[in-house]
């Protein structure tokens, strides 16, 4: 039983760096969806795809930040010239959709971002 | 503007005895509630859930109760084990859109 893996797990980036962020959902679960978290918050919604479709994008999602799910399994999420204000844990979740309200997510163990 | 709200952030709980955490929420339209742990350098773990249309849920030591005219709900879990000790997330969805996570609040179980 395999749970929801984000690589990699740390990452430390100089300010004006691109990095990108890799998430693979449990393999039945056709929605996805990608979370950061700051210290002393609760996780914030950036965006989430139903299969490859992206359905919502957060206005937190600044032009700078892309996520795509081309296959409809895996997903990637790219910060394009990283600034300080982007350090966070950004954390991805999958879910069953069984139509509403049933809403459980499964979350990864998250991808620390440390930008210097 | 806050949706989901855990006022206190934190709780220390004996051993054995009834850990019970508070949330509180402003949009009517939730539909879904969920409560998460979290520990430290990890993702949150699902614990229980409740629908909008039931006011109490059970699953082994944890229970959720909701009160939708006071827009409250909370986690009892009895008895209280040193394990239990992590930060505990509510959060709220509408029609399975995203979840709107409080700010948590931090368990601390001791002997």
């Known amino acids: 039983d395999t749970g929801v893996s984000q690589n990699p797990r740390h990452k430390i980036t100089k300010r004006g760096q691109n990095v990108t962020f890799r998430c693979d959902p449990i393999?039945?679960?056709?929605?996805l969806y990608w979370y950061r978290q700051t210290l002393g918050q609760g996780p914030e919604f950036l965006t989430y795809?139903?299969?490859?479709?992206?359905?919502?994008k957060s206005r937190l999602l600044s032009d700078r930040f892309s996520a795509e799910r081309p296959k409809g399994s895996f997903s990637t999420l790219e910060i394009q010239r990283t600034e300080q204000g982007d350090s966070a844990m950004y954390l991805c979740?999958?879910?069953?959709?069984?139509?509403?309200?049933?809403?459980?997510?499964?979350f990864g163990p998250g991808t620390r971002l440390t930008v210097l | 503007d806050q949706q989901v709200k855990q006022n206190s952030p934190s709780l220390s709980v004996q051993e054995g005895r009834i850990s019970i955490l508070n949330c509180d929420y402003t949009n009517s339209m939730f539909d879904y509630f969920l409560w998460y742990k979290k520990y430290p350098a990890e993702g949150p773990t699902f614990l229980i859930s409740i629908s909008s249309i039931k006011d109490k849920n059970e699953d082994g030591r944890f229970t959720v109760f909701l009160n939708k005219s006071a827009k409250h709900l909370s986690l009892h879990i009895v008895p209280s084990q040193p394990g239990d000790s992590a930060v505990y997330f509510c959060?709220?969805?509408?029609?399975?859109?995203?979840?709107?996570f409080g700010t948590g609040t931090r368990l601390q179980v001791f002997p």
């Open positions: 393999s039945e679960h056709n929605r």
């Open positions: 979740a999958s879910s069953p959709y069984r139509g509403p309200p049933y809403n459980e997510q499964f």
């Open positions: 795809f139903q299969n490859e479709a992206q359905l919502e």
């Open positions: 959060a709220a969805s509408y029609d399975t859109d995203k979840l709107i």
